[in-house]
């Protein structure tokens, strides 16, 4: 535990309380959630209203707050700018500057959930990303009770998955599977390090959180607690090293394309739809001589 984590809140909150143009900060996150596996590796998630985001979408602010390790930001949910900071202690703070604008005419328009098909497109978008993140669980740090009132309009969400994402899911991972193997037969070892995980394990850990929602089992994104919710043979099958040697990526290449195949063939299954094989690239994958996901499947 950090030391600075004490008085982290009191902290935070003093120095929100003291900048008008910053007029809510939410907590979101699993130290907000009941039941979120709150451990002593949790950061802490904000939301931060401001009047002024580009005042903060550099994360320079981060320093005023305590001893600061390092900061970084970036684009999450939409436009919006993702600090992240570290501080003493290896305390780790995320922040998600929001414009104070936006989130009135989102929280106000949440008053009439019903008229949300006549809602412009992009706060459609908007209101669905709030609900994703913030209806799991919120505490208002900075805002009092119009903003607790506000919150407490975003109801849960979750986004189901349709047949034309699934078609297209499918065919990112088996086009990304090409790229990748390529790589690894040229040489360009950590290339094909970053194709496995950035194209194909992220596809596969989206497309096995589907099987478990479809399964009745609680899952969460982008692999967070997949050792909670998935399957021993869904573990195993994940299970495979990526150092730089075309024997031991070509054998993960295929390890997660076996893994993916019968996920999405679940999938597909459980909702009655139409799954392409994609049997000239698992030929052309199997004409390399290396695993093949059929293999892999078996094991």
């Keep these: 535990m950090s030391a600075l984590e004490g008085g982290w809140e009191a902290a935070l909150s003093a120095w929100a309380e ?3 143009d910053i007029r809510a900060v939410v907590l979101i996150g699993s130290r907000a959630q009941e039941g979120g596996g709150l451990d002593s590796w949790s950061d802490y998630d904000y939301q931060l209203i401001t009047t002024r985001p580009g005042r903060y979408r550099d994360g320079s602010f981060c320093g005023e707050l305590g001893p600061c ?7 999450a949910f939409g436009n919006s700018v993702k600090v992240t900071a570290v501080y003493e202690g290896a305390l780790e ?3 998600v ?5 936006d989130m009135l005419v989102a929280t106000t ?3 009439w959930p019903g008229t949300g098909r006549l809602w412009p497109r992009v706060l459609r978008r908007g209101v669905t990303d709030l609900r994703i993140v913030v209806a799991p669980g919120w505490r208002v740090v900075k805002g009092g009770a119009l903003w607790e009132a506000r919150y407490s309009r975003i109801k849960p969400y979750r986004a189901v998955m349709t047949e034309g994402e699934f078609n297209g899911l499918c065919g990112h991972f088996w086009a990304q599977l090409v790229w990748t193997a390529k790589k690894a037969e040229r040489g360009e070892l950590r290339a094909c390090q970053r194709g496995l995980h950035e194209h194909l394990v992220d596809s596969s850990l989206r497309m096995l959180q589907e099987e478990a929602l479809l399964g009745g089992r609680q899952a969460y994104p982008l692999g967070r607690r997949a050792e909670q919710w998935l399957t021993s043979e869904q573990l195993a099958g994940t299970d495979f090293a990526t150092r730089p040697d075309r024997a031991a990526l070509m054998g993960a290449v295929g390890q997660i394309a076996g893994v993916f195949s019968m996920s999405s063939a679940a999938v597909a299954a459980a909702k009655g739809w139409r799954r ?3 049997a000239e690239v698992r030929a052309w994958l199997a004409g390399l001589g290396r695993v093949t996901p059929t293999e892999t499947a078996r094991r």
Excluded at 97 to 101: A, I
């Design 69 to 75: 390790w390092a900061y970084g930001a970036h684009v």
């Design 109 to 111: 328009a949440l008053r």
């Design 93 to 95: 703070v995320d922040f």
């Design 18 to 20: 003291a900048r008008d």
């Design 276 to 278: 392409g094989d994609y």
């Design 97 to 101: 500057v929001l414009r104070h604008l």
